[in-house]
């Protein structure tokens, strides 16, 4: 119906255009056309009029030559009037054919016109019927565009309707969050107080028990002194003096135990100060028994908490520290990321730590690192590992909320020590090797005693703590609020603050405990005099970036290089004495590195990284 309705319409319009077009341009020839038909009728008139001239003429001829002598007269007068008429005629005639021409040339430039015209009408016709399909097609989008909007007029209800419900909806539990958030600031604000309170109870229970458990032992021991002792002939006793060879002018080498054979010969009792110092580092309160002290146990203490040659060999050999420049070994420490790992004190064993819940324990031998052993019991990744200055304890932190205490040399499980309610991130020995402390993600640093295997403190820190070190009596932790803080172990309050530009990731203490290197999230590492509690010096490179939350780097151990690895897999050394890049080390890994450790003796410097990588870095 609507193609019928539009074909009749341009049809309709076409002859109202043509019937328009025959008034407009009959007007303007009618005119001409009646001139024309005039000029027509005056020739036909002419034609006559000279048909009739002949015929007269000949008339006059024939009556001339009938009678020349009579008309005479008449017949040149006739002549010439006849003559006078041919020449008006004439005249006459050539007026009209100039007439016709010109109306002829009327006539042509008037068909050209017409010719031009009907060209213009089909021109016109056919863009009229072009646009009649234009308008058609458009007409038909129209209806498409009208049924869209009307579509979308009823989807955008629909929305509106539903972002109404869920304005409604939104309004009610923003309303609710707002009252749970306020709920929850109670709880926890409730639940600090319960927990400082808590706190404070077991650290006061452990103060008044640790104080029992001393007057206890000072009371055995002067108990103890008092009588001989029962001891073998052909036995030996470790003694430890607090003044080598005081009183009689001998040293032990080293400042060694001394080892002297046993007299049956009655001593005076040592003084208290003196018992309280052997007390304190021996730990001896489960091994008296009615005043007879086990040379056995004596040794397991010596050898578990004292110091050993170790030590002392690595301090000895501090002095040649070569800056690596090799990859001499690599190979895969773990199954998974490799969090952590540390050189023991003779830099004999390296000890790494992974996601796959184990530590693993790594002889090096001329550059090249096997495995001796692996300590199994975390029930999570290993997020720090740390040995005692003897070497012959590790102490590794977890995920699984716990630090755990290995022998090294029989990889058994010692101790478990479980309080924290978050991720443990790192854990360190104090000085004494009898007690620890380790930090964790539920913002509190615990104290513990590995004698009675009990927490003897609590401190809220007031955010993550990522990383510890220690000095005699005091604690340095790195938080995620970009703070390094100082504690004091006896007073457990913060002595002082110092706030960095980034999150702390990782701290290092330089071998005589003067400075303190600190890493931070905006790839900066820094020495801090602790002597003047001020940043003194800054290192950074271009390209060195911090790889995680957790990055750690390292000191060397005569302290004057530092070394760091990045996010890009590329191990940095800066020397610390002009504060320059000193070596960029980039083949050997392919992923971030999370830890760096230098070995006491300075010969070989470890690297692990996010994958399963370690490389043992050398000069060699």
Wanted: contains cysteine; proline residues 3%; hydrophobic residues 35%.
């Amino acid at each position: 119906m609507a193609g019928r309705r539009v074909e009749c319409l341009w049809k309709r319009h076409v002859a109202e255009q043509l019937k328009q077009r025959d008034r407009v341009q009959r007007q303007a020839f009618e005119e001409i056309i009646h001139q024309y038909n005039r000029l027509l009728e005056r020739s036909d008139l002419q034609a006559v009029f000279s048909e009739r001239l002949q015929t007269d003429k000949y008339e006059q001829q024939n009556r001339h030559d009938l009678s020349p002598g009579v008309d005479g007269g008449r017949s040149d007068s006739l002549q010439q009037e006849m003559a006078q008429m041919r020449i008006k005629h004439q005249e006459e005639l050539t007026d009209l054919h100039k007439k016709r021409g010109e109306l002829a040339q009327n006539v042509i430039e008037l068909n050209n016109q017409i010719q031009h015209k009907d060209k213009e009408i089909q021109s016109n016709e056919a863009k009229m019927l072009e646009y009649q399909q234009q308008i058609s097609h458009l007409e038909g989008e129209c209806r498409e565009l009208r049924n869209s909007l009307a579509d979308l007029e009823r989807a955008n209800q629909t929305l509106r309707d539903e972002y109404d419900a869920l304005q409604i909806t939104f309004n009610a539990l923003d309303e609710k969050l707002r009252k749970t958030t306020d709920d929850n600031l109670e709880l926890v604000t409730r639940w600090m107080a319960e927990k400082a309170q808590e706190a404070n109870k077991l650290n006061a229970e452990n103060e008044k028990d640790s104080r029992r458990r001393q007057a206890k032992l000072q009371k055995e021991l002067a108990d103890a002194a008092k009588e001989p002792l029962p001891i073998e002939p052909d036995d030996d006793i470790e003694v430890l003096s607090e003044d080598a060879g005081k009183g009689t002018g001998e040293t032990s080498p080293g400042g060694q135990p001394s080892r002297t054979p046993s007299k049956r010969t009655s001593q005076p009792p040592p003084p208290a100060g003196l018992l309280d110092s052997i007390t304190n580092i021996f730990g001896l309160s489960d091994s008296i028994h009615s005043g007879f002290i086990p040379s056995e146990s004596r040794r397991r203490s010596v050898n578990s908490f004292g110091t050993s040659p170790e030590p002392a060999e690595a301090a000895s050999m501090c002095s040649d520290v070569r800056v690596p420049s090799t990859a001499v070994h690599i190979f895969d420490a773990h199954d998974g990321e490799v969090n952590a790992v540390k050189f023991s004190p003779g830099s004999r064993l390296l000890a790494t730590g992974g996601m796959d819940r184990r530590v693993k324990l790594w002889e090096v031998v001329s550059g090249h690192c096997e495995l001796k052993g692996t300590l199994t019991g975390s029930n999570a990744g290993i997020t720090s590992i740390e040995f005692d200055s003897a070497g012959s304890y590790l102490l590794a932190a977890s995920n699984d909320f716990a630090s755990r205490i290995w022998t090294v040399d029989d990889s058994r499980l010692r101790h478990t020590l479980t309080g924290h309610s978050g991720k443990v991130l790192s854990a360190r020995f104090l000085l004494d090797n009898a007690r620890i402390v380790s930090g964790s993600y539920d913002r509190t640093l615990k104290l513990w005693d590995l004698r009675s295997k009990v927490c003897m403190k609590t401190v809220f820190a007031g955010s993550s703590c990522n990383d510890i070190v220690c000095t005699e009596q005091c604690v340095m932790s790195g938080h995620f609020d970009k703070k390094v803080r100082f504690w004091d172990i006896r007073a457990e309050s913060i002595v002082r603050e110092l706030e960095l530009l980034g999150r702390v990731t990782s701290l290092d203490l330089n071998h005589d405990r003067t400075e303190l290197l600190v890493c931070s999230r905006d790839d900066l590492v820094k020495i801090i005099d602790l002597r003047s509690n001020a940043v003194r010096q800054t290192f950074s490179a271009q390209g060195f970036k911090c790889g995680s939350d957790f990055t750690r780097v390292t000191f060397s151990p005569d302290g004057s290089y530092v070394a760091a690895g990045s996010a890009d897999g590329v191990l940095y050394i800066w020397n610390v004495l002009t504060g320059k890049l000193d070596k960029t080390l980039d083949k050997g890994h392919s992923s971030a590195i999370n830890s760096v450790s230098w070995s006491p003796s300075g010969a070989y410097v470890v690297s692990v990284e996010k994958a399963s990588k370690a490389v043992l870095w050398s000069d060699m």
